[in-house]
Structures are given as structure tokens and as C-alpha cells.
């Protein structure tokens, strides 16, 4: 399809569009944060969330997938990032625990293209 070429051959729309998807994925999971606390009290509770994401089997099975993938992906991360010598990594460590797994994941991989940018402009 030329529509994935254009993805594959323009890595500055591929960054911006992983920047967009990592925006999107600080935004909704703290929408659906926010209203959790709303909801069940004026803190976050995470006893209660982690209950509540594993109340039945649809939920425990998305729990699951996202457990097991996140933290497959999060061990390739720090792997890549060290490999390619990746700057403001931090973010996307912090990001993980502190925003949610959504916004770090595509920011890391927004910081990754801009990586693989520069390191093609220096060669």
C-alpha cells in the first residue's frame, strides 16, 4: 500500500504521528483516571483500580494482554534506547508509571525516529 510507504519513506511524519498517538495517550487513560476518582473517591486507589480492572473476565483478559505486553515492550525500550544512546529517556520511564503505558510506548518510539534522524544526517 503507498500509504504505509509514505510512513516508511518520511520518518519526520512517522515521529510527529507517534508524538500524536503518545498525546492521545497521556489525555484519555487520565480522562478515564480522573473520572475513576470522581467516581470511587477523591483520591486514586489503586486497590480498588486494580480490583476493579480485573472484576470479570473481559477485564481481567485486557488487564492481562496489557500487562504481559507492556512489559515485554518496556524491556525492549530500555534494550533500544541504550543501544541507540537515546536522550530524555527519563520521560518515557516516568511517563510509564506516572501518565500511563499509552503515552510512553509511542513517545519513546517519537524519540526513537528522531534517533534514527539524527544518526542518519550524521553518517
Keep these: 500500500m503507498n500509504s ?9 511524519i512517522l515521529a510527529y504521528l507517534y508524538l500524536f498517538l503518545s498525546i ?3 489525555i484519555l487513560p487520565m480522562m478515564a483516571n ?3 476518582a470522581r467516581e470511587y473517591g477523591n483520591s486514586f486507589d489503586i486497590n480498588n483500580f486494580i480490583s476493579l480492572a480485573n472484576a470479570n473476565p473481559a477485564a ?17 525500550i530500555l534494550n533500544e534506547s541504550k543501544k541507540l544512546n537515546m536522550k530524555n529517556m527519563w520521560i518515557v520511564y516516568v511517563g510509564t508509571f506516572l501518565i ?13 525516529e528522531r534517533r534514527i534522524i539524527e544518526l542518519e544526517k550524521i553518517n
Design 4 to 12: 504505509f510507504n509514505i510512513l516508511k519513506d518520511n520518518k519526520q
Design 24 to 26: 492521545l495517550g497521556a
Design 34 to 36: 480522573f473520572e475513576f
Design 60 to 76: 481481567q483478559s485486557i488487564s492481562r494482554d496489557l500487562l504481559i505486553g507492556a512489559s515485554a515492550t518496556f524491556i525492549w
Design 100 to 112: 500511563a503505558f499509552a503515552f510512553s510506548a509511542p513517545f519513546f518510539l517519537f524519540l526513537r
